[in-house]
């Protein structure tokens, strides 16, 4: 499997006559499973057309740095933000002399400066530009940047030259950015996450809810992400801001979160169940809102079970590794054991709720349970906790399928 898989890669295309291969390497980055958006400087257009990447990314090509409507769906900081890794290839001694000094004139550059990504350039011009002084100080510059250049080769040249400053073939440049994307534990998978309450309309203004915060599952998406995973959180009304990154799909009642856990399941390695599912839910769901009516003391409001979303999705997904979480006021390893049978689970994190314990809080400790061990994680900060956990997770879910 491939390390690039899942990863997201901006191709940056500068003005070369090398850009003909660039469609190539599109295709192959693709082909690998990366998610590509490309990104032209102007002279670019000129060699090869925006059309032929934005047919084989199936995404619009970047060009303009002042596009408004390119803007609108994702702007420059967005892609910059986006971005795992940009491969500029071909990269023309113009733009390469304008990275090594900080330009951002367009949107490549201007993304560039923005980003965070590891930055890969595949140089591309005539030997005598690349034999040239200038160059070959901008290319130390480059690497003292920690940018990592990839080529050029040596051979006939498209203006009849022999010489070094061919760009290197897309399957060349694919191996070598492979070559040097480490894998992470979780790289290669795509993990489904629940995560903060469900609400149950009673009326169109009133909901039954519980005090689920959320913070859990989005911590668990957040460390997943970073670990390479692709990530997609299926969240409940919650006050937390959607992660850079994962897919947040939002919902509210337990039978939408039913619908969309359904709807994702098929395509994903492992699902982790952190929301708090509402057991019940309103047999009415009244249209206009309940009135107070002064001549009764007393309302009663009849409910029925909402389905068990993590033994629905465990039972009609069986290629899923599951991870379930079991929130117990009490005989906590008891009750988590008997979940991880009952609900067919891999894996289960019990913890202790109530008495100031859990739920809205920042910190949390976990007993992780499997079929043939348990381990416990000490109150820690959610975040090194979510950490922790998927590393545990990481090893049981590799040993899982290497059996296979
Ligand atoms: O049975 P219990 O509610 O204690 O189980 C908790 C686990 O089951 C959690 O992982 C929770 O996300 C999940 N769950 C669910 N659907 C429900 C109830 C709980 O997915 N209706």
């Known amino acids: ?15 070369g006559i090398a850009g003909y291969k660039s469609a190539e390497l599109c295709r192959l980055l693709i082909k690998q499973q990366a998610e590509v958006r490309v990104c032209m400087t102007q002279s670019a257009t000129e060699f090869i057309s ?11 090509v970047h060009t303009d740095l002042f596009d408004h409507e390119a803007e609108a769906a994702m702007g420059h900081i967005e892609l910059a ?96 950015l492979a070559k040097n994307t480490p894998q992470t534990l979780l790289t290669n998978t795509t993990i489904l996450i629940t995560a903060g309450p469900t609400q149950e309309a ?47 799909i939002k919902i509210q009642s337990a039978q939408q979160l039913l619908t969309s856990c359904q709807q994702y399941a098929g395509d994903s390695d492992i699902f982790i169940a952190t929301a708090a599912v509402a057991d019940f839910r309103p047999i009415v769901q009244s249209q206009q809102k309940i009135k107070k009516q002064d001549d009764r003391d007393k309302l009663t409001i009849e409910l029925t079970k909402n389905p068990d979303i993590l ?7 069986p290629h899923l590794f599951t991870l379930g979480f079991a929130a117990e ?14 609900k067919k689970l891999d894996m289960i994190a019990a913890n202790q709720v109530g008495d100031n314990l859990g739920f ?15 381990i416990s994680l000490p109150m820690m900060d959610k975040q090194n906790l979510a950490f922790k956990l998927l590393s545990l997770l990481a ?7 290497a059996a296979y």
């Open 360 to 374: 809205e809080k920042n910190d949390n400790a976990i007993e992780l349970i499997w079929h043939d061990g348990q």
């Open 1 to 15: 499997m491939s390390n690039i898989k899942n990863k997201k890669i901006l191709l940056g295309i500068t003005g």
């Open 202 to 248: 009673l009326d169109p203004v009133r909901y039954l809810s519980n005090r689920s915060s959320g913070k859990m599952g989005y911590a668990i998406a957040k460390a997943a992400l970073q670990m390479g995973a692709k990530v997609r959180l299926i969240s409940g009304p919650v006050n937390l801001p959607e992660p850079i990154g994962v897919e947040t």
């Open 81 to 176: 933000k986006w971005a795992d890794i940009i491969i500029i290839a071909p990269a023309t001694a113009n733009t390469i002399a304008k990275i090594a000094h900080g330009f951002a004139d367009n949107l490549l550059t201007t993304i560039i400066l923005a980003s965070h990504a590891k930055l890969y350039i595949a140089p591309a011009m005539n030997q005598n530009m690349w034999q040239q002084p200038q160059t070959q100080q901008n290319i130390q510059q480059l690497a003292s940047l920690n940018i990592k250049t990839l080529g050029p080769a040596h051979g006939i040249q498209a203006c009849g030259d022999t010489g070094m400053g061919r760009m290197l073939e897309a399957r060349e440049i694919i191996a070598e």
């Open 311 to 317: 033994a629905t999705i465990s039972h009609d997904f």
């Open 395 to 401: 090893k049981h879910y590799r040993n899982c399928n």
């Open 329 to 342: 006021t009490e005989q906590l390893i008891t009750s988590a054991k008997k979940k991880l049978k009952s």
């Open 50 to 60: 925006p059309l032929t990447l934005q047919a084989l990314s199936t995404k619009p």
